[in-house]
């Protein structure tokens, strides 16, 4: 069974009809800068066309001015940037200034509070481990003038004692540290009690406790000064060590017990001076 041959546009006639509507298309334009009848229906065919031809070159136009105003602006962006870092720079570096002024001011006040006792000023330079600054090293030892049994001062108070010294160095028990002991007394009423050093009441309420005031007259009350007493055998007398900020009477109705509010910050030391001078003692190692 013979199939039936498929007819075939010839190409030649494609081409043809397209040359044709090319040359109609060309005379219709031509025709449109004319009048009449042709010019009018040319006119009718050609000038959507040029509409949209415009509509296209503004909308290129528009979209090149887009681009341009883009890149402008990020240029103007990443310089602002720029700017912005600069500043924040300057900014940090003028912090740290007031920051070490402060300190400076800090030191030079407390060189002047204790200024009867030769001092030398450290930084701290290491802690173990936690938040606070139980104990921590200075920068400062031996070959300085320190050693152990030094009272350490920060902040216009008391921060610790010298227990370890080398050439370049030296370890700082503070007194919040839980085997720190200090015979103290009430500044107000000049009775003597007991500050010890407590990490568990640090954690709980950032201070330290107080036990053993023998407060007979029931004196004591919130917010008195409590300083280094005259019979500590390790601390030099009078040292602020901070405020109470509560009491209670104890069971036996003798003395009674609280918390104290230290002045120097435990949490952020940095700076402190150490007294180059120690307490007479029997027993170096002994009670506080």
């Known amino acids: 069974m013979k199939r039936k041959k498929q007819s075939k546009f010839p190409a030649k006639y494609v081409l043809l009809i397209m040359t044709i509507l090319c040359i109609a298309i060309i005379g219709c334009s031509l025709s449109a800068s004319g009048s009449g009848p042709i010019s009018a229906a040319a006119g009718a065919v050609i000038t959507p066309m040029q509409k949209g031809v415009n509509r296209l070159g503004s909308a290129l136009t528009d979209l090149r001015d887009h681009m341009q105003t883009k890149k402008k602006l990020e240029k103007e962006n990443e310089e602002l940037r720029t700017q912005l870092a600069e500043a924040q720079e300057n900014l940090n570096q003028v912090q740290l200034n007031q920051e070490e002024l ?18 030398v000023a450290a930084n701290v330079i290491g802690k173990d481990a936690g938040n606070w600054f139980s104990m921590f090293l200075i ?25 370890q010294v080398g050439p370049n160095y030296a370890k700082v028990r503070s007194i919040i540290d839980d085997n720190s ?11 003597l009690c007991i500050v010890s050093g407590s990490l568990k009441s640090m954690n709980e309420s950032s201070l330290i406790e107080f036990d053993d005031l023998r407060d007979k007259e029931d004196q004591a ?6 300083v280094t007493s005259n019979i500590s055998d390790m601390f030099l007398e009078g040292i602020p060590i901070g405020y109470i900020t509560d009491i209670q009477t104890d069971s036996n109705n003798l003395t009674k017990s609280g918390h104290i509010a230290t ?8 700076d402190v001076f150490v007294i180059l001078q120690t307490k007479d003692t029997t027993n170096e190692q002994g009670g506080e």
Do not use: P
């Open 263 to 270: 002045i120097v910050d435990f949490e952020h030391l940095s």
């Open 102 to 119: 402060d300190n400076l001011k800090k030191l030079y006040n407390m060189d002047q509070s204790y200024a009867d006792y030769e001092k």
């Open 181 to 191: 002991n200090v015979s103290a007394k009430n500044l107000s009423t000049s009775d």
């Open 221 to 226: 009350k919130v917010g008195d000064q409590i």
């Open 139 to 163: 920068d400062r030892g031996s070959n300085d003038g320190i050693s152990v049994g030094m009272n350490v001062l920060a902040d216009g108070g008391l921060a610790g004692i010298v227990i």
